[in-house]
């Protein structure tokens, strides 16, 4: 496994195994690396001739009050996650060389950037799909995987390639989570034992929505309002939003019918976590 810093170098890897006939396997991430991550490599493993993993924290893609400068890096760890998984390269860059003076080029999907997530965290997903076309462009896969943990960033990285003509395929692959329901998550280490237990709340709503839909409620407020009654139960959570939409437009729903998207984003103290389900109707 090779640890390569430079955006060029990766490039002419890239190229070198492309021109080999080969493919190419590739994982985005912003390290501090668990389950969820692994299950993505492991895909790629499977799937592709070469792996490649990325490990940089984007800082375009943080608030200027959100957690960029404590966000996790265990660095070592990672890399002998990677290396115990079969990983080829690991691409991790510094942000002077991703961002380097006179940078002035965005990618901005529009709408769908705006709405769930996007209206809480201005600015999140368009540095969410500036960083991730530069290392399409740099990586070049042939597929590249992410999960419906994020699902909104996924839908909007979908709608990127399609929109952008980028050769590649994405592959989304389902949620890994802790035993008692809790989605994993590299911000999962901010929690208090406290706020840990309490954090089960939001899969909880979720499996609650589950339940609703199943017995054969299909209007959408009387769902979200159900789950707002159970989230508001734990003190340490504070309800960003939750919302019923379509899984292309993400624009709201008003009775479940087909699939829909159930996303949500809950503070548990001052970690802020997001979760989803789809239902069908
Ligand atoms: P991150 O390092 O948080 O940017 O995540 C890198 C990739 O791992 C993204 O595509 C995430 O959606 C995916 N991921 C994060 N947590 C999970 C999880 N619990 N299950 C499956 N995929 C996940």
């Given at each position: 496994?090779?640890?390569?810093?430079?955006?060029?170098?990766?490039?002419?890897?890239?190229?070198?195994?492309?021109?080999?006939?080969?493919?190419?396997g590739?994982?985005?991430?912003?390290?501090?690396?668990?389950?969820?991550?692994?299950?993505?490599?492991?895909?790629?493993?499977?799937?592709?001739?070469?792996?490649?993993?990325?490990?940089?924290?984007?800082?375009?893609?943080?608030?200027?009050q959100?957690?960029?400068?404590?966000?996790?890096?265990?660095?070592?760890?990672?890399?002998?996650?990677?290396?115990?998984?079969?990983?080829?390269?690991?691409?991790?860059?510094?942000?002077?060389?991703?961002?380097?003076?006179?940078?002035?080029?965005?990618?901005?999907?529009?709408?769908?950037?705006?709405?769930?997530?996007?209206?809480?965290?201005?600015?999140?997903?368009?540095?969410?799909?500036?960083?991730?076309?530069?290392?399409?462009?740099?990586?070049?896969?042939?597929?590249?995987?992410?999960?419906q943990?994020?699902?909104?960033?996924?839908?909007?990285?979908?709608?990127?390639v399609?929109?952008?003509?980028?050769?590649?395929?994405?592959?989304?692959?389902?949620i890994?989570?802790?035993?008692d329901?809790?989605?994993?998550?590299?911000?999962?280490?901010?929690?208090?034992?406290?706020?840990?237990?309490?954090?089960?709340?939001?899969?909880?709503?979720?499996?609650?929505?589950?339940?609703?839909?199943?017995?054969?409620?299909?209007?959408?407020?009387?769902?979200i309002?159900?789950?707002?009654?159970?989230?508001?139960?734990?003190k340490?959570a504070?309800?960003?939003y939750?919302a019923?939409?379509?899984?292309?437009?993400?624009?709201?729903?008003?009775?479940?019918?087909?699939?829909?998207?159930?996303?949500?984003?809950?503070?548990?103290?001052?970690?802020?976590?997001?979760?989803?389900?789809c239902?069908?109707?």
């Open positions: 496994m090779k640890i390569i810093r430079s955006p060029k170098q990766m490039q002419g890897i890239s190229k070198e195994i492309k021109d080999k006939g080969k493919t190419i590739f994982v985005p991430t912003m390290g501090a690396l668990h389950q969820g991550h692994l299950s993505l490599i492991r895909r790629a493993r499977q799937d592709t001739d070469v792996v490649v993993v990325s490990i940089f924290v984007n800082p375009t893609q943080f608030g200027p959100e957690d960029f400068q404590r966000y996790p890096r265990p660095f070592r760890k990672d890399i002998s996650l990677c290396r115990s998984l079969g990983v080829d390269y690991i691409f991790h860059p510094l942000a002077s060389w991703m961002y380097p003076e006179g940078f002035k080029t965005y990618v901005l999907v529009e709408d769908l950037s705006e709405v769930l997530c996007g209206r809480f965290r201005p600015g999140h997903f368009r540095g969410v799909t500036t960083v991730v076309a530069k290392l399409f462009n740099i990586v070049r896969p042939d597929i590249a995987y992410f999960g943990k994020d699902a909104q960033q996924a839908i909007i990285i979908k709608r990127m399609c929109d952008l003509n980028f050769p590649l395929k994405i592959k989304v692959m389902p890994i989570r802790e035993e329901g809790l989605a994993l998550s590299s911000r999962n280490i901010y929690l208090s034992p406290q706020e840990r237990n309490d954090a089960c709340v939001l899969s909880e709503a979720l499996r609650l929505a589950q339940g609703l839909v199943k017995s054969g409620i299909k209007d959408t407020k009387k769902i309002c159900h789950m707002r009654a159970l989230i508001k139960k734990k340490s504070k309800i960003d939750i019923i939409v379509d899984p292309k437009t993400l624009k709201p729903v008003k009775k479940i019918s087909g699939r829909c998207l159930l996303a949500l984003a809950v503070w548990i103290g001052k970690t802020r976590l997001i979760d989803n389900l239902l069908k109707g």
